[in-house]
């Protein structure tokens, strides 16, 4: 079993995941079609997903990739996050993804997930901007994000081919700075002379 710290809902997928990973996304096939590139039906299988994680494993390995499992309320499966494209030098960004399936949707588990990888993004990959983008009619994900801390700040045509044609996307990102409290000396900074309250 892989530990994480208590509270936490994230952890690195295995390639013991591979079953349970398979079965998840065949029972939310149909739910999550809308907002995924087509799959075949190979793709729901457990060697397709074995095959998939290892990837994964050696992205994450190459430090290019973090994937993640969501675990849910009941120990099981939740659904996935991966902080995919780390690009290092005078970028240092990095871009999200997740789904969560269907039973479990709208209980928070997204929102937790997405603010434990932007933790992630900064205080462990040392990150200074993550991105992430949703169809521009995904009002739910785009909640999450914000709730996240995300700001939107652009449209962009065609982005993705997503169940089966391109589509423009509404483009999110998050700052390390933005997503840390301010420090005293940023405060005092950023106050009026002669100080806050001062008329």
Do not use: C
């Not at 993804?97 to 933790?119: I, P, Q, S």
Request: no cysteine; hydrophobic share 45%; charged share 20%.
């Amino acid at each position: 079993m892989t530990h994480r710290p208590s509270g936490e809902i994230l952890r690195l997928v295995t390639p013991d995941d591979a079953e349970e990973l398979a079965a998840v996304w065949s029972r939310n096939r149909t739910f999550l079609a809308p907002w995924e590139p087509l799959r075949d039906d190979a793709f729901f299988t457990p060697e397709s997903q074995r095959a998939g994680i290892e990837r994964d494993l050696a992205e994450h390995e190459a430090g290019r990739m973090v994937p993640f499992v969501i675990s849910g309320p009941d120990g099981g499966m939740a659904g996935r996050l991966t902080l995919s494209g780390v690009t290092r030098g005078a970028f240092q960004s990095a871009a999200m993804g997740y789904w969560v399936r269907e039973d479990l949707n709208g209980r928070g588990l997204a929102t937790r997930a997405a603010r434990e990888a932007v933790d992630h993004a900064f205080a462990t990959l040392g990150l200074h901007r993550l991105q992430a983008e949703t169809l521009l009619h995904n009002v739910a994900s785009q909640k999450v994000l914000r709730h996240a801390g995300f700001t939107p700040f652009a449209v962009a045509p065609d982005y993705l081919r997503i169940a089966g044609r391109w589509q423009d996307h509404l483009l999110f990102h998050v700052l390390a700075a933005a997503s840390e409290p301010a420090t005293a000396e940023e405060q005092a900074a950023a106050e009026p002379p002669g100080g806050a309250g001062q008329q």
